[in-house]
């Protein structure tokens, strides 16, 4: 169980066009251009565990999740981090009512 506190609103990151990752699950994340990152994904793909999130884009960001399944996104990550008593004013303020 994470210690972030519960949300009026889900809490999570948008990534590419419609998706969304659990900010809690993710461990790392690193840029696609590093060698490293792209031979990860290519072993991820091959065992079934990479999720593509990218819809056809380039990719940009690839986050390593705990479950150990590896995200691609086409869309910069989340640099602000926003106070909690502000987030669920900010996500009702940009998707509207849950």
Known sequence: ???FRR????YLWPVGEAGLVAPDRVI??????SAPIKRMARIARAE?????LTYGQKCVWVMFLD???LVLTSTSMPVAVLEDEGYDEYVIQKHGEV
Do not use: C, K, Y
């Open 28 to 33: 790392v994340a690193g840029r696609w251009v």
């Open 67 to 69: 479950s150990g399944h």
């Open 7 to 10: 949300h009026l609103v889900p």
């Open 1 to 3: 169980m994470s210690n």
């Open 48 to 52: 079934g565990r990479l999720i593509d």
